[in-house]
């Protein structure tokens, strides 16, 4: 059973990812995949690295997403 | 020209994206624009409410999070200006936030974070459903 402190600090944790990391994730997530892609014009190889942290970042993403909308959905 | 470009410039998406993070709005305009859609920019509600109309946008991305006010409000007072798709995106992600997107007119509800794939496939989807429909919704007239 939720408590009322419970839930308070529920919707306190709602509102900081809401106004911090899941804006930030977002921004980190295009920024890595546009590197990657200005790269490509330049350079292979480091157009490869930055691929492989555009797609880490991505995984990032995804799990996290996974986590946050199983708890919020409780 | 590779086959989805082609399909792009055929009944390109022209997007009004509303997002108040400066970084992560930036990154993904151009994101948007490498990708071959246009488009402009909005901060808050204000100026959108101020800018949708003139921009001949037949696709609105939202945050529903804003600094003067909501998406869902936002998209209550847009609904009248013309005919567009409209997507929210936001890091609220309960099934009631959800419901309370479509209940407001918006297509799809984006969880944040969502990668640059996610959002692409999305796009190519309302692209190719407004592609199947008239050429007046892709000309936004």
Redesign the interface.
């Known amino acids: 059973m939720k408590t009322k402190s419970g839930s308070l600090e529920l919707a306190r944790l709602?509102k900081k990812?809401?106004?911090g990391?899941?804006?930030?994730?977002?921004?980190?997530?295009?920024?890595t995949?546009?590197l990657a892609?200005k790269l490509e014009l330049i350079d292979n190889e480091l157009a490869k690295e930055a691929e492989r942290i555009a797609e880490l970042t991505?995984q990032a993403?995804?799990e996290?997403?996974e986590i946050?909308?199983t708890e919020?959905?409780k | 020209m590779n086959d989805q470009t082609q399909l792009r410039e055929r009944c390109p998406l022209r997007i009004f994206l509303v997002e108040n993070h400066r970084d992560t709005a930036e990154y993904l305009r151009e994101y948007l624009e490498r990708i071959g859609y246009q488009v402009v920019l909005g901060r808050n509600m204000e100026m959108t409410l101020k800018e949708f109309p003139e921009a001949k946008c037949n696709l609105l991305i939202c945050d529903i999070g804003l600094p003067d006010g909501n998406g869902w409000e936002l998209m209550q007072k847009l609904r009248s200006t013309g005919k567009f798709v409209a997507l929210a995106m936001s890091g609220y992600a309960t099934a009631d936030d959800i419901e309370r997107s479509k209940a407001a007119g918006y297509l799809h509800h984006l969880i944040k974070p969502f990668s640059p794939q996610v959002l692409e496939a999305v796009l190519e989807q309302i692209g190719e459903d407004l592609r199947s429909e008239s050429e007046n919704v892709c000309g936004h007239e």
């Not at chain 1, 990391?21 to 920024?31: D, I, T, V």
């Open positions: 709602r990812w809401h106004d990391p899941s804006q930030k994730l977002l921004g980190l997530a295009f920024g995949k546009l892609m991505n993403v995804g996290l997403q946050f909308s919020k959905n």
